[in-house]
């Protein structure tokens, strides 16, 4: 199955004249009005800040019974920045004053990487028991080379997160080079944990190579330009048709997700590529049957 959606849904950008969400409409209504547009969308806010349960759980109660949940892991856990106020207070609360003291925060002992995974999964709980979680997607930053220490963290990665459904995003395109890459899926295939495929201007050519598992496909589309707003064309995406579809042969699910600074333009580009999918899969069946005629 394939499930388009975009990241986040609570983008000032998305309400006012002329954008997602109807004039009037209250704040606490957003996502129950975007679960009747997509299927899927990625939880751009547990990036910043360790979901509860209880947040989780409310997020799952508006939406509807075929809608997943991708959830972004924490930055703090896999090696971005985090504001200290951003921390939660059982884990502020073991650390030295002098690291709470910093503007940001970028490494932590084991032990508390240990404590915000297990967090972490501990919120998950809703969403896993009431099928709505679709994939728990790792983003590692620019400065994660592929070396000993970085595949050291990913094993202690896949160590708290093992029995969630999970994909990893590279931002450092060295992770794209043929070596790099084929150890990367040599250590992924085994822990069934999908390498997300991304078309991003950190990648050569935008278009990078991934790896699926047989439950899962991750696409992430953020853009072929640093500035603020980047809108995809049709020829931008017309390459990612055949590798979604081909995908989907393989993949249980296929999730393909849209990721902007600027929220509108994250649906906006999600909408554009649900309607090249719909219009490729009507050339696909046409052309199936006159094959089938012949």
């Known amino acids: 199955m394939i499930r388009v959606g975009a990241a986040g849904w609570t983008h000032a950008s998305l309400a006012g004249e002329r954008a997602f969400y109807p004039p009037g409409l209250g704040q606490r209504d957003y996502l129950k009005y975007y679960a009747s547009r997509f299927s899927s969308v990625e939880t751009a806010s547990t990036f910043f800040r360790i ?46 004053r002098e690291l709470l003291d910093k503007r940001q925060i970028q490494a932590f002992p084991k032990q508390v990487l240990e404590m915000g995974f297990d967090m972490f999964t501990a919120g998950m709980r809703p969403a896993v028991e009431s099928g709505k979680l679709g994939a728990v997607i790792c983003r590692f930053p620019p400065w994660f080379e592929p070396d000993e220490s970085s595949f050291a963290y990913l094993d ?74 980047y809108l995809y064309s049709q020829p931008d995406l017309q390459p990612w048709l055949a590798r979604t579809f081909a995908a989907n042969s393989r993949a249980k699910n296929v999730y393909a997700v849209f990721a902007s600074i600027q929220g509108m333009d994250a649906v906006l580009n999600a909408r554009l590529f649900i309607n090249m999918l719909k219009w490729e899969a009507k050339i696909r069946k046409e052309h199936k049957k006159k094959r089938t005629a012949a």
Request: net charge positive; glycine share 6%; proline share 7%.
């Open 156 to 229: 202690l990665m896949d160590d708290k997160t093992r029995g969630l459904v999970r994909a990893v995003e590279f931002l450092n395109a060295a992770w794209q080079k043929p070596e790099a890459f084929s150890q990367a899926i040599a250590f992924f295939k085994p822990r069934n944990i999908a390498f997300a495929a991304t078309d991003s201007f950190r990648i050569r050519n935008y278009s990078g190579r991934g790896g699926l598992t047989k439950e899962l496909a991750y696409l992430r589309f953020s853009g072929r330009s640093q500035e603020i707003r």
């Open 51 to 96: 979901p509860t349960m209880e947040i989780v759980s409310h997020w799952v109660n508006q939406t509807p019974d075929h809608f997943v949940f991708h959830f972004q892991v924490p930055g703090m856990l896999t090696g971005f920045p985090i504001i200290p106020k951003n921390l939660p207070s059982i884990i502020a609360r073991d650390l030295d």
